[in-house]
Nanobody, 121 residues
C-alpha cells in the first residue's frame, strides 16, 4: 500500500513561516517528480511548486521568492518551506508524487490527504 503522508500545516500569522513535509511509504522503486498543490475554498486546485528527481524546480508566480521546495531522495520525502506567508496562501495543501513501483513499471501519480494552512491574524 503506497501512501503519501503530509505534516506541518497549521495556523500562522501573516509574515510567518511554515514547513510542510510529505513522505512516501510502501513498496516503491523510485520517486520521480514530486510537488505541492493547494486548493482554497471555492477555487480550483493549483500547482504551487514542483521538483524533479535531479532537483530542478518550478514555482507558481504567486509564491516565487517566498516558498522553497526541496527533497530527500533517500527518504522519498519532499518539503515546502513557506516564508512571508500571506492570507491568500490559506488553503489545503496537497502533496503529489509520480512513483514507479517496480523496475520497468509505469509511472503513476499519487496524492496525499491534504494539510490545512491558515494565514490569519
Amino acid at each position: 500500500q503506497v501512501q503519501l503522508v503530509e505534516s506541518g500545516g497549521g495556523l500562522v500569522q501573516p509574515g510567518g513561516s511554515l514547513r510542510l513535509s510529505c513522505a512516501a511509504s510502501g513498496s516503491i522503486f523510485s520517486a520521480n517528480a514530486m510537488g505541492w498543490y493547494r486548493q482554497a475554498p471555492g477555487k480550483q486546485r493549483e500547482s504551487v511548486a514542483k521538483i524533479t528527481s535531479d532537483g530542478s524546480t518550478i514555482y507558481a508566480d504567486s509564491v516565487k521568492g517566498r516558498f522553497t521546495i526541496s527533497r530527500d531522495n533517500a527518504k522519498m520525502t519532499v518539503y515546502l518551506q513557506m516564508n512571508s506567508l500571506k492570507p491568500e496562501d490559506t488553503a489545503v495543501y496537497y502533496c503529489n508524487a509520480v512513483l514507479q513501483l517496480r523496475l520497468g513499471g509505469l509511472n503513476a501519480a499519487y496524492w496525499g490527504q491534504g494539510t490545512q494552512v491558515t494565514v490569519s491574524s
